[in-house]
């Protein structure tokens, strides 16, 4: 789930790539997460999928019975999204908006941002004015479930590592390239695709983009700083307590909602 211009070939072989990932399930597990901590006066109601991509998690959360928003800056995922809409006849809005410039007609019960899509804004601001757009666009008492990657999934499981997929219409070539500096542990993700056409010939299509790391002290000071009180930290695939190999972190905070002077910077 990427919150990128572009994306255009990634888009189209997305869903593909990330078959294991057990959407329902994840939806499953964060439910209980709101139920534990969305406050009892605060009825269910709007749901925001951050960085939705082509619209898997939303989908999900729509079958618990969510009114869902999605947005994502990629034209390309949203209109994959878009086709599952049109197959499942879900109720989930789809917008083409930049996370860092959330703008909304209403106010939100619960933010949701999975799979590691914070990971990829590049600047300590850009996470800055997330933060705060969500918070500023949240009911007092919301709740924003988001997740990121750890510096030991860069380090030890990323890294310079390359991956080959056989997909069903195509071959995708993964190669990571870490640069060692703390403590953002940058990885710059090369995406090779070669499509099948007629006979043996392939069409080659490129992205790259990259994914930094957001070390726990800071994420926990830009939650204070734009309003947010963090309930829990789990280990965002087990959703035990963190362990020195977590791979990645979720993340629970409830939002203070409304103004704050962080949304303007």
Same mark, same amino acid.
Request: proline share 5%; hydrophobic share 40%; charged share 25%.
């Given at each position: 789930?990427?919150q990128q211009?572009?994306?255009?070939?990634?888009?189209?072989?997305?869903?593909?790539?990330?078959?294991n990932?057990?959407y329902?399930?994840?939806a499953?597990?964060?439910?209980q997460?709101?139920?534990?901590?969305?406050?009892?006066?605060?009825?269910?109601?709007?749901?925001? +999928?951050?960085? #939705?991509?082509t619209?898997?998690?939303?989908?999900?959360?729509?079958r !618990?019975?969510? +009114?869902? $928003?999605?947005?994502?800056?990629?034209?390309?995922?949203?209109?994959?999204?878009?086709?599952?809409?049109?197959?499942?006849g879900?109720?989930?809005?789809?917008?083409?908006?930049?996370m860092r &410039?959330?703008?909304?007609f209403?106010?939100?019960t619960?933010?949701? #941002?999975?799979?590691?899509?914070? *990971?990829?804004l590049?600047?300590?601001?850009?996470? /800055?004015?997330?933060?705060s757009?969500?918070?500023?666009?949240?009911?007092?008492?919301? !709740?924003?479930l988001f =997740?990121? *990657?750890?510096?030991?999934k860069?380090?030890?499981?990323?890294?310079?590592? #390359?991956?080959?997929?056989?997909?069903? =219409?195509a071959? #995708?070539?993964?190669? *990571?390239?870490?640069t060692?500096?703390?403590? =953002?542990?940058?990885v710059? $993700?090369e995406l090779?695709?070669?499509?099948?056409?007629?006979? /043996?010939?392939?069409?080659?299509e490129?992205?790259?983009?990259t994914e930094? $790391?957001?070390?726990p002290?800071l994420?926990?000071?830009?939650? /204070?700083?734009? %309003?947010?009180t963090l309930?829990?930290v789990?280990?965002g =695939?087990?959703?035990?307590a963190p362990v020195?190999?977590?791979?990645?972190?979720?993340?629970? &905070?409830?939002?203070? %909602?409304?103004q704050?002077p962080?949304?303007?910077?």
């Amino acid at each position: 789930m990427m919150q990128q211009q572009g994306y255009s070939a990634f888009a189209q072989f997305y869903d593909a790539l990330t078959a294991n990932v057990e959407y329902a399930a994840r939806a499953a597990h964060m439910q209980q997460l709101i139920e534990k901590w969305l406050p009892e006066q605060m009825p269910e109601h709007i749901l925001l +999928d951050l960085a #939705c991509g082509t619209g898997s998690l939303s989908e999900a959360f729509a079958r !618990l019975g969510w +009114d869902v $928003i999605g947005i994502d800056s990629s034209e390309d995922m949203l209109n994959e999204a878009l086709d599952k809409k049109y197959d499942s006849g879900l109720p989930v809005q789809y917008l083409k908006q930049d996370m860092r &410039a959330i703008d909304l007609f209403g106010t939100l019960t619960v933010t949701v #941002c999975a799979l590691d899509s914070l *990971n990829h804004l590049q600047t300590e601001d850009d996470l /800055r004015r997330t933060f705060s757009r969500v918070n500023l666009f949240s009911d007092a008492g919301a !709740l924003f479930l988001f =997740d990121v *990657n750890t510096e030991y999934k860069h380090r030890e499981i990323l890294a310079d590592q #390359c991956f080959v997929y056989e997909l069903p =219409d195509a071959v #995708c070539v993964w190669q *990571n390239h870490l640069t060692p500096h703390a403590p =953002d542990w940058p990885v710059t $993700i090369e995406l090779d695709f070669f499509e099948h056409t007629q006979g /043996r010939s392939y069409l080659r299509e490129s992205e790259e983009f990259t994914e930094r $790391i957001y070390p726990p002290e800071l994420l926990e000071a830009l939650l /204070r700083e734009t %309003g947010f009180t963090l309930l829990e930290v789990l280990d965002g =695939d087990t959703y035990a307590a963190p362990v020195p190999e977590t791979q990645r972190l979720l993340y629970i &905070a409830r939002a203070s %909602g409304g103004q704050h002077p962080a949304a303007h910077s």
